[in-house]
């Protein structure tokens, strides 16, 4: 408001032309502050006004404070000549209108405009009145808290009338209570300064002992300690207010009432249910005589059996947060003074904020202790100073107690870790998910996951270490089965094919560092389909298990046998010559020869084929060797079975069995003799066919060859693009994907060729498909042979519209680390975590983190190999989205045209 005798205006209007809404709350901050720095309330009044005066746009302004039934003055700024005269004696005469109002209790509005008394009186008198300033009206602001007495009045005065606006009315209730919370707080600290009694002492005692006290029954004791030489009962209780806010439960007490702590607990609501309840409900303290009729609350009848004639009540509150009842109890009818009560109160106000601090440290130690992760709080020389039951129940301890003082370093099976881990945190101050080996009190090996922060002095030295541990024992143990599975063959356990690769990729540059030639040998079983045909699989996978044993048990430990599929095996020596090999692998056809195998109408001796690429003679590359020995195998079963044969370059390719292999294959392709049969996919969530996997089969004459018996000839003679690219053109010639999801395979030749790449993405441009309803799968070892380039491609070809599966997911370890960096839709988990599953736990365990795995990267999960209705049952329990297998549908053939 400006200060001249314009018409009246609004404070707002006023206020706004001057300061800024923004401005005035700063104002208040600023007012705040010098608010709290003063302890002397005159002198605070007097430094904050001027800056309300100065904000609300006031020709002037005064406080006068409330001391029984009167007010005095106390501060003043822009007084006219005539309010200053006589030392202000205008002002001091009290009371006037707006003090006798508040007396009364009806200034009740945020801020009452006013005609001021004084003034006016003024003006009533003789003589020049320009010295009232021309001031007529003023706002009187109550000074109080929410729910309190008027402590006080502010006015600011004006020279025409002031009318407000909401948001005026909430600043000024901001001010009123800002300056009511300065006088309470300058009148407490005034009274306890002027306490020169047994009272102060006993006050300030009690204070001190609560120093240091954490514990609910110690602040209890103390408070009971101080109370009773006041009160006098013959009996006293604590009863706080329980975590949820509906309870009082006793939680100590002298007297009777012992045996009832921790059982006794009281509703909060209706607060007439018991009298503790009505104290925090009324907020005062009191005493009742329960023998009389007229209070509104009922006894308990714990009280009742116990005798109890008088109780009195004092509610503990701590920030005005209702935190319990003290409960003194008398056998006889007694008188309890005013004085008493008002001194007991006084007692139970000091120890409110700290019973308020030992129950939420109670709360946090018992969070802390019922964690079903480990806690501790080390020293800075690593000694635990305390710890939970998760962690004294994960090292082998019953209670947390006896972990105190050990060094958290004994339980590290390697010692160094720990002293590595302890220097790490004192230079880091944080280290998050560190995996570690620990060993148990039981000398059990435990794999647990350790995050720590250490707190630091000023020189930087470690002060307290802070942490929590999990056992990951479960999921390390899926991860090494996991590792194990991916690097060998489940029915034999001896290496598998991707082993062999890798294996192979390093003997092989190893032989190129070292000049020194290593081998590989391929062994195929002679007519072992007749033993599976005969005798059955169970009897079939026992003989295989026997010739592994046997492979192993010939050859030297450094050297590798693996399974690389059905009867085929494989052995990588290094170092060897070109005898040395031939005669391991001799060795090797004798041993195998020496397996009888009891067929139905006679014993058959187990025979096999053997064929030999050394290296680095016969190849540079693994692809090249892996053709090298299986042209040379080849051969060997050209000439007649149950021998061996080197690999030679100069071997005419019309010789090899491989070519007519490789007609047929290319006549299929050619004529038309490629079949295209399609394998239902159901929806696990929605129970229904929700996609469908297309599968390639070749027709010879009668026959329907299944890809296990010319795949083989077409990875190794490389054109199996030719069939990935045959089936996208018919699945675009149907247009299939108009019906439903299609899930087509890509090799990683497809993928990895450029040539082959490139027509894949041809095809792709013309061949019109509804977007996301089109899915090439490729196998885990196809995406990280090249993972950079596979990452590349697959992204091309989902920025393309297609999605991409992952197939036999869990035969690359590898992939665990570099999942999340493949642009994937779907993971098929490979069918050998499936076909066993209902009798096997740590599949079980194996395909609930697969599943995991895949909700983490945002993939959906594909379950294949499911041929009984109890495993679709446990994939439904075990979260997995997708099914695939003879459960659901066999694969049935498409019409070409």
Known sequence: MAKSADPPARVSSATEAVLPETARLATLARAMLLLNRESDVRRALAEALPLFYETFAAAAAWVTMRVGERFELVAATGLPPALEAGDRQELRWSPCRCQRMALAGELTETATVLACERLARLREQPGDHRGTGELTWHLSIPLRLPSGPILGVLNLAYRSLPHLAPSDKAVLDLVGELLAATIERTQLAAELARLRSDEQVQATHLAQQLIGLSSVVEVADALFAALEPVLEPDAISLLTVDPSGQFLVLRAAHGWAVDWIGRLWLPLEPPTHNGPAWALHTGHPFTVQLDQPDWPFHIPTPVQQAGVRLSAFLPLYATRQPIGVIVANYWTVRPVSEEQLRFATLLCEIVAVGLMRALDHERTERLISELPIGVFQLDAHGRILRANRALATLLGWERPDELEGQLLSEAFADRSEAQRWLHQLGGDGILAGTEFRWRRRDNRLIWVRVSARADHSPAGQSLVIEGTVEDISERKSVEERLAYLARHDTLTGIANRHALLETLQERLARAVRSGRSGALLLLDLDHFKEVNDRLGHAAGDAVLRAVANRLIGTLRSDDLVARVGGDEFAALLHPVTREGAECVGRRLLDVIGQIMVPLPDRVIRLRAS?????????????????????????????????????????????????????????????????????????????????????????????????????????????????????????????????????????????????RHFAVLRDLLERCPFAPRQLVLEVTETTALIDFVQAHEHLQRLRERGCRIALDDFGVGYSSLYQLRHLPIDFIKIDGMFIVDLAENPVNQSIVRAIVALARAVGAETIAGWVESAETLALLRELGVDHAQGFAIGRPEPLALP
Request: charged share 25%; aromatic share 6%; hydrophobic share 45%.
């Open 610 to 754: 053997c064929g030999i690429a050394l290296f680095p003679e016969h190849g540079t590359t693994v692809e090249e060797l892996l053709i090298a020995a299986d042209r040379a195998l080849y051969q060997a079963k050209y000439r007649g079975r149950d021998r061996l044969e080197v690999y030679e370059p100069a071997i005419a390719e019309p010789e090899q069995p491989r070519t007519a292999h490789l007609s047929i294959v290319q006549s299929a392709l050619a004529n038309g003799n490629l079949l295209l049969f399609a394998q239902p996919i159901l929806d696990l969530r929605r129970e229904r066919i929700a996609a469908y996997e297309l599968l390639i089969r070749l027709r010879e004459g009668e026959r329907v060859l299944e890809p296990g018996m010319f795949f083989p000839v077409t990875e190794g003679l490389g054109i199996v693009p030719q069939f990935d690219l045959w089936v996208l053109e018919r699945a675009c010639e149907l247009n299939l994907t108009s019906r439903g999801r299609i899930h087509l395979n890509v090799s990683a030749r497809t993928l990895r060729e450029a």
